[in-house]
């Protein structure tokens, strides 16, 4: 089993940037992805992005740059660092880590609040 606490959500301006992070305990060991997927409200659950324990990552085309995730292996903590934010960025911000090719363990979810 993987916990995971989540912190860094918040109310910004458009154009502000917030810096989220998700540290996981427990079977840190199996861990090979750690990321960060996101949920408006009437919308569908959507990835943000992935980083592996090799360092690739992948990012949604709608980040377009904006966005930087990162991890420390040493706290078993991954980051997300957005830039830019728009009104429809405002979202739920879920952390989500797990082993290769299998399901992930979840976060509760960090509130991310975009006003104009």
């Known amino acids: 089993q993987v916990q995971l606490v989540e912190s860094g959500g918040g109310l910004v301006q458009a154009g502000g940037s917030l810096r989220l992070s998700c540290a996981a305990s427990g079977s840190t060991f199996s861990i090979y992805y750690m990321g960060w997927y996101r949920q408006a409200p009437g919308k569908q659950r959507e990835q943000v992005a992935i980083i592996t324990t090799n360092g690739a990552t992948n990012y949604a085309d709608f980040v377009n740059g904006r966005f930087t995730i990162s991890s420390d292996s040493a706290k078993s903590t991954v980051y997300l660092r957005m830039n830019g934010l728009k009104l429809e960025d405002t979202a739920v911000y879920y952390c989500?880590?797990?082993?290769?090719?299998?399901?992930?363990?979840w976060g509760q979810g960090t509130q991310v609040t975009v006003s104009s």
């Open positions: 989500v880590v797990g082993p290769r090719g299998q399901p992930g363990y």
